[in-house]
């Protein structure tokens, strides 16, 4: 078994736990805390995050750990765990039940193991490297949309994304795209580009999207054949402030539209 069949056995085990922790919590989060504006945290995201860490310190004590909110530990290894115990909080605790658990790792220059669960609806999407994207025990894949035109996008962009900051780009996504869509969990929203309920992500802010939470998601789009970039077609950085995700074909048509392909 390679090192990254080994970290994918190990999260389809741990990956329910942390899900029914949070499914718990749904409808009663207990009292709030906002780290920033729009930034809520609640007991369950540290104590998801808590155990989540435990676990694979215990398996990997070499490997590197950052969690949404306990930051990094102090570990020194070359495999690096990203943690979002979950992901859309304020949908968490405003009673929408679109949120999930993200956990991804990366190793050797690639996202190589990506779990995302969905603890309302019990979908467990996971991928690593060379195997494919599962949901469950069903293998996916990207949809067959392969034209801008006829694209559902999901869009997640604060009020610092550029994307805000005048009304012109944001009219064009939505003449440019069949359907736009704004759910507020990116993890699950490229969990679903990978299993082609969406076609195409596009997220935006003023600050580098932080990798907690896309290295699920990341790891699900490419092993279902599609890509992950910045804006501008270039790999994703953890100084990339926007990117965007999905069939290449789009990925192309996307970049060309904005300015930056080779069409």
């Not at 392969?146 to 994304?161: D, M, P, V």
């Not at 299993?195 to 092993?223: K, N």
Request: glycine residues 14%; negative net charge.
């Amino acid at each position: 078994m390679s090192d990254w069949q080994e970290i994918d056995a190990f999260l389809m085990e741990l990956m329910p736990r942390l899900a029914g922790m949070a499914r718990a919590g749904f409808g009663n989060p207990g009292e709030l805390h906002y780290k920033s504006r729009g930034q809520v945290v609640t007991k369950f995201d540290g104590e998801i995050e808590r155990v989540a860490r435990e676990a694979i310190g215990a398996r990997w004590p070499d490997h590197r750990i950052q969690g949404e909110e306990s930051g990094w530990n102090e570990a020194r290894g070359d495999a690096t765990w990203y943690i979002d115990p979950i992901d859309g909080t304020m949908n968490f605790v405003r009673g929408i039940p679109f949120f999930s658990v993200s956990i991804g790792v990366f190793q050797s220059g690639r996202m190589g193991v990506g779990h995302v669960f969905d603890p309302m609806r019990g979908e467990h999407f996971h991928a690593c490297s060379g195997g494919g994207a599962w949901l469950g025990e069903k293998r996916i894949s990207l949809s067959n949309v392969r034209e801008i035109g006829r694209a559902t996008l999901s869009l997640q962009s604060t009020s610092g994304s550029e994307f805000v900051r005048g009304p012109g780009v944001m009219l064009e996504l939505h003449r440019r795209f069949e359907k736009v869509r704004k759910f507020g969990s990116v993890a699950l929203e490229m969990a679903y580009v990978a299993s082609g309920r969406l076609d195409f992500i596009l997220a935006g802010d003023r600050r580098p999207q932080p990798w907690w939470d896309v290295a699920g998601g990341w790891a699900l789009v490419e092993e279902a054949g599609g890509g992950v970039e910045d804006l501008r077609g270039g790999p994703m950085t953890e100084l990339t402030n926007h990117f965007v995700a999905g069939h290449p074909d789009l990925l192309k048509q996307f970049r060309a539209w904005y300015g930056t392909g080779d069409e």
